[in-house]
């Protein structure tokens, strides 16, 4: 008789124990936190709550004092830098890390760096490679006409869009994202939030992002982590989350904040 084929799904990412302190300061308590494969989850807190911390901590940017980090069901220790670690995970930081003087098309192939050796890297400096996979992330977030443009002449909310799609063209199970609206006016904060929400579900990948404004956390995402110094304060499907919740977790004691915020 066949055996039944169970398949054992690994979480995207799993902390166990983690915490971080940066001098005398705690960034982050021991703190545990398992998320699935697909999911979108929103990380909210107030201003130095450990969100950017959290988020270095999973993309192996920053080692923990403590506790295991887990990535598709493998030690962070024991990742390869390089091409396994840029599948298993991507960042998009606050500050983009885009290269103003390139033109849009080279920054999108930076994407590609961890699959690349370093040869083909430091060539895709000057000539474009893989050019139709970039340009089809490009077309996809819109900027296919600024392609040859210099950077730096992009605006705020399409220097993010040029970092989506280099994120696109590096496909990585999880994105990781760091306030990726904070510099957006609220029509291309949803604009964005849309795009990069559509894009996670039609791949199946997992999406953990950090936001301050937590109505947004609502409408996009299917999870919310709520921080607060260094600790999770709850973490609850969206669907569960109250306007009491959020207004201990921010303080917030007037209604117009309140109303600001969510
Ligand atoms: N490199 C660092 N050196 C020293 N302290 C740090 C460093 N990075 C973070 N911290 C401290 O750790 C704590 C958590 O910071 P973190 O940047 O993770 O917060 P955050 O929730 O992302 O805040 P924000 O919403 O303002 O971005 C803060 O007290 C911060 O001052
Ligand atoms: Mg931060």
């Known amino acids: ?34 998320i699935k494969r697909g999911e979108t989850v929103a990380l909210v807190g107030p201003s130095g709550s450990g969100k950017t911390t959290l988020l270095n901590i999973m993309a192996t940017i920053i080692k923990p ?74 077309n996809r977030v819109g900027l296919i006409d600024k392609s040859h443009q210099r950077t730096s002449r992009l605006s705020g909310g399409e220097q993010q869009r040029v970092a989506l799609a280099r994120l696109l063209v590096q496909r990585p199970q999880a994105v990781l994202a760091d306030e990726p609206v904070s510099s957006l006016d609220p029509a291309r904060a949803e604009d964005l939030l849309a795009m990069l929400t559509d894009l996670v579900r039609e791949e199946n990948q997992t999406l953990i992002a950090s936001l301050h404004a937590v109505k947004y956390a609502r409408r996009y995402f299917s999870r919310i982590v709520a921080l607060r110094q260094g600790r999770v304060f709850f973490d609850r499907p969206v669907s569960d989350v109250s306007d009491d919740d959020l207004a201990r977790l921010y303080d917030l004691k007037e209604d117009a904040d309140a109303q600001a915020l969510l």
Request: charged share 20%; hydrophobic share 40%.
């Open 1 to 34: 008789m066949r055996g039944k084929v169970t398949e054992i799904v690994k979480p995207a990412v799993q902390l166990r124990n983690v915490s971080k302190s940066f001098g005398g300061n705690v960034a982050l308590s021991p703190l545990s936190l398992t």
């Open 65 to 138: 004092d403590r506790g295991e980090v887990i990535i598709d069901g493998v030690p962070s220790q024991n990742l390869k830098p390089g091409r396994e670690l840029s599948r298993k995970v991507g960042i998009i930081h606050q500050q983009l890390d885009l290269v103003d003087q390139l033109p849009v098309i080279h920054n999108v192939l930076a994407g590609r760096l961890g699959e690349w050796g370093i040869c083909r890297s430091l060539l895709s400096l000057m000539i474009p490679q893989d050019k139709e996979l970039a340009f089809k992330a490009l």
